[in-house]
Protein backbone atom coordinates (compact mmCIF):
# COMPACT_ATOMS: atom_id res chain seq x y z
CA UNK A 1 0.00 0.00 0.00
CA UNK A 2 2.71 2.37 0.84
CA UNK A 3 3.97 1.91 -2.30
CA UNK A 4 1.10 3.28 -4.41
CA UNK A 5 1.02 6.13 -1.45
CA UNK A 6 4.23 7.03 -2.47
CA UNK A 7 3.36 7.00 -6.15
CA UNK A 8 0.17 9.41 -6.04
CA UNK A 9 1.76 11.69 -3.16
CA UNK A 10 5.06 11.98 -5.13
CA UNK A 11 3.60 13.11 -8.42
CA UNK A 12 0.44 14.47 -7.32
CA UNK A 13 -2.03 12.62 -9.48
CA UNK A 14 -3.75 15.48 -10.64
CA UNK A 15 -2.90 18.78 -10.59
CA UNK A 16 -1.25 20.87 -13.67
CA UNK A 17 0.11 23.18 -10.96
CA UNK A 18 1.35 22.24 -7.73
CA UNK A 19 -0.33 20.63 -5.34
CA UNK A 20 -0.92 21.40 -1.63
CA UNK A 21 2.83 20.77 -0.01
CA UNK A 22 1.23 19.51 2.93
CA UNK A 23 -0.44 16.64 1.51
CA UNK A 24 3.28 14.58 1.39
CA UNK A 25 3.48 14.62 5.11
CA UNK A 26 0.30 13.26 5.83
CA UNK A 27 -1.19 9.45 6.36
CA UNK A 28 -2.71 7.68 2.76
CA UNK A 29 -5.69 5.81 2.93
CA UNK A 30 -6.55 3.45 0.50
CA UNK A 31 -9.84 1.16 0.25
CA UNK A 32 -10.79 -0.92 -1.91
CA UNK A 33 -12.96 -4.40 -2.22
CA UNK A 34 -9.95 -6.76 -3.23
CA UNK A 35 -6.33 -6.18 -3.41
CA UNK A 36 -3.42 -8.39 -4.40
CA UNK A 37 0.27 -7.79 -4.07
CA UNK A 38 3.11 -9.69 -5.97
CA UNK A 39 6.25 -8.64 -4.43
CA UNK A 40 8.61 -10.95 -6.95
CA UNK A 41 7.17 -9.03 -9.85
CA UNK A 42 7.40 -5.35 -7.65
CA UNK A 43 3.33 -4.96 -8.75
CA UNK A 44 0.26 -4.51 -6.51
CA UNK A 45 -3.66 -4.58 -7.84
CA UNK A 46 -6.23 -2.57 -5.93
CA UNK A 47 -9.84 -3.65 -7.39
CA UNK A 48 -13.42 -2.55 -6.43
CA UNK A 49 -14.71 0.74 -5.82
CA UNK A 50 -11.34 1.90 -5.11
CA UNK A 51 -10.50 5.43 -2.88
CA UNK A 52 -6.96 6.65 -2.04
CA UNK A 53 -6.98 10.11 0.13
CA UNK A 54 -4.04 11.79 1.39
CA UNK A 55 -4.43 15.24 2.80
CA UNK A 56 -6.26 17.40 -0.08
CA UNK A 57 -6.22 15.05 -2.60
CA UNK A 58 -8.48 12.08 -3.47
CA UNK A 59 -8.72 9.25 -6.36
CA UNK A 60 -11.65 7.46 -7.08
CA UNK A 61 -11.34 4.37 -9.34
CA UNK A 62 -12.43 0.58 -10.44
CA UNK A 63 -8.98 -0.46 -10.36
CA UNK A 64 -5.32 1.00 -9.76
CA UNK A 65 -2.57 -1.16 -10.74
CA UNK A 66 1.08 -0.01 -9.33
CA UNK A 67 4.50 -1.62 -9.74
CA UNK A 68 7.80 -0.16 -8.82
CA UNK A 69 10.71 -0.05 -11.22
CA UNK A 70 14.61 -1.80 -9.63
CA UNK A 71 15.85 1.85 -9.17
CA UNK A 72 12.23 2.24 -6.63
CA UNK A 73 10.55 4.56 -9.05
CA UNK A 74 5.96 3.69 -8.92
CA UNK A 75 4.17 3.61 -12.12
CA UNK A 76 0.36 3.11 -11.46
CA UNK A 77 -2.66 2.44 -14.29
CA UNK A 78 -6.13 3.69 -13.01
CA UNK A 79 -8.97 2.30 -14.56
CA UNK A 80 -12.67 3.72 -14.13
CA UNK A 81 -15.74 4.77 -16.00
CA UNK A 82 -14.28 7.38 -15.26
CA UNK A 83 -11.68 7.90 -13.02
CA UNK A 84 -12.10 10.96 -10.90
CA UNK A 85 -9.52 12.97 -8.67
CA UNK A 86 -9.71 16.27 -6.97
CA UNK A 87 -6.84 18.08 -5.33
CA UNK A 88 -6.15 21.38 -3.61
CA UNK A 89 -3.05 23.32 -4.61
CA UNK A 90 -0.69 25.53 -2.55
CA UNK A 91 -2.32 29.09 -1.26
CA UNK A 92 -0.81 32.11 -3.29
CA UNK A 93 -0.46 35.36 -2.82
CA UNK A 94 -2.52 35.50 0.56
CA UNK A 95 -5.50 33.73 -1.19
CA UNK A 96 -6.78 29.92 -0.75
CA UNK A 97 -5.32 27.42 -2.41
CA UNK A 98 -7.08 26.24 -5.93
CA UNK A 99 -9.18 22.87 -6.37
CA UNK A 100 -8.22 20.97 -9.54
CA UNK A 101 -10.63 18.04 -10.47
CA UNK A 102 -10.20 15.94 -13.18
CA UNK A 103 -11.43 12.54 -14.87
CA UNK A 104 -10.58 9.91 -17.32
CA UNK A 105 -11.14 6.54 -18.59
CA UNK A 106 -7.07 5.90 -17.95
CA UNK A 107 -5.08 7.50 -15.71
CA UNK A 108 -1.35 6.25 -16.03
CA UNK A 109 0.93 8.61 -13.52
CA UNK A 110 4.57 8.31 -13.94
CA UNK A 111 6.47 8.16 -10.55
CA UNK A 112 10.20 8.25 -11.89
CA UNK A 113 9.27 11.30 -14.64
CA UNK A 114 7.07 13.40 -12.36
CA UNK A 115 4.68 12.99 -15.32
CA UNK A 116 0.42 12.20 -15.68
CA UNK A 117 -1.36 10.87 -18.84
CA UNK A 118 -5.19 11.17 -19.25
CA UNK A 119 -7.02 8.95 -21.62
CA UNK A 120 -10.34 8.65 -23.42
CA UNK A 121 -12.72 11.48 -22.10
CA UNK A 122 -10.18 13.32 -20.27
CA UNK A 123 -11.21 16.69 -18.57
CA UNK A 124 -9.36 18.67 -15.96
CA UNK A 125 -10.74 21.66 -14.14
CA UNK A 126 -9.31 24.19 -12.16
CA UNK A 127 -10.68 27.05 -10.86
CA UNK A 128 -13.46 27.78 -12.97
CA UNK A 129 -11.22 27.19 -16.39
CA UNK A 130 -11.80 23.60 -18.10
CA UNK A 131 -9.76 21.58 -20.48
CA UNK A 132 -11.57 18.80 -22.22
CA UNK A 133 -9.90 16.52 -24.93
CA UNK A 134 -9.08 12.48 -25.48
CA UNK A 135 -5.71 13.04 -23.87
CA UNK A 136 -4.24 15.18 -21.50
CA UNK A 137 -0.29 15.40 -20.47
CA UNK A 138 0.27 17.16 -16.90
CA UNK A 139 4.39 17.22 -16.37
CA UNK A 140 4.53 18.24 -12.74
CA UNK A 141 7.92 19.26 -13.13
CA UNK A 142 7.69 22.33 -15.69
CA UNK A 143 3.45 22.67 -14.81
CA UNK A 144 3.41 22.28 -18.49
CA UNK A 145 0.41 20.43 -20.13
CA UNK A 146 -1.17 19.86 -23.38
CA UNK A 147 -4.42 18.46 -24.79
CA UNK A 148 -5.03 16.47 -28.05
CA UNK A 149 -7.02 14.25 -29.41
CA UNK A 150 -5.30 11.52 -29.15
CA UNK A 151 -1.82 10.73 -27.79
CA UNK A 152 1.12 11.46 -29.98
CA UNK A 153 -1.21 13.52 -32.35
CA UNK A 154 -0.89 17.35 -32.56
CA UNK A 155 -3.41 19.10 -30.33
CA UNK A 156 -5.26 20.51 -33.62
CA UNK A 157 -5.09 16.96 -35.15
CA UNK A 158 -7.90 16.18 -37.64
CA UNK A 159 -10.86 13.71 -36.23
CA UNK A 160 -11.08 14.95 -33.09
CA UNK A 161 -11.45 19.07 -31.23
CA UNK A 162 -9.76 19.98 -28.09
CA UNK A 163 -12.06 22.08 -25.91
CA UNK A 164 -11.45 24.99 -23.33
CA UNK A 165 -13.42 27.20 -21.04
CA UNK A 166 -11.08 29.97 -19.76
CA UNK A 167 -12.77 32.16 -17.47
CA UNK A 168 -11.58 36.16 -17.38
CA UNK A 169 -9.89 36.78 -14.15
CA UNK A 170 -10.62 39.74 -12.39
CA UNK A 171 -8.88 42.89 -12.28
CA UNK A 172 -7.12 43.69 -9.02
CA UNK A 173 -8.51 46.89 -7.53
CA UNK A 174 -7.74 50.09 -7.43
CA UNK A 175 -6.93 52.23 -4.49
Sequence with gaps: M?????????????????AEKADKDKPTNIEADRMSSDDARRMSIFEGNVVLSNGTMMVRADRIVVRQDADGF???????????????GDAKGGKEGIWTEGEAQRI????????IELFERARVSRDQDVV??????????????????AKGTAPAAPGGRVKAVIQPKSKPEAK
Excluded at 2 to 18: D, E, H, Y
Excluded at 132 to 149: K, P
Design 108 to 115: EVDGRNER
Design 2 to 18: RLLAALLIGSALCSPAS
Design 74 to 88: QFATAYGKPVQFRQK
Design 132 to 149: NGEYIFLDQRTEFFSVSA
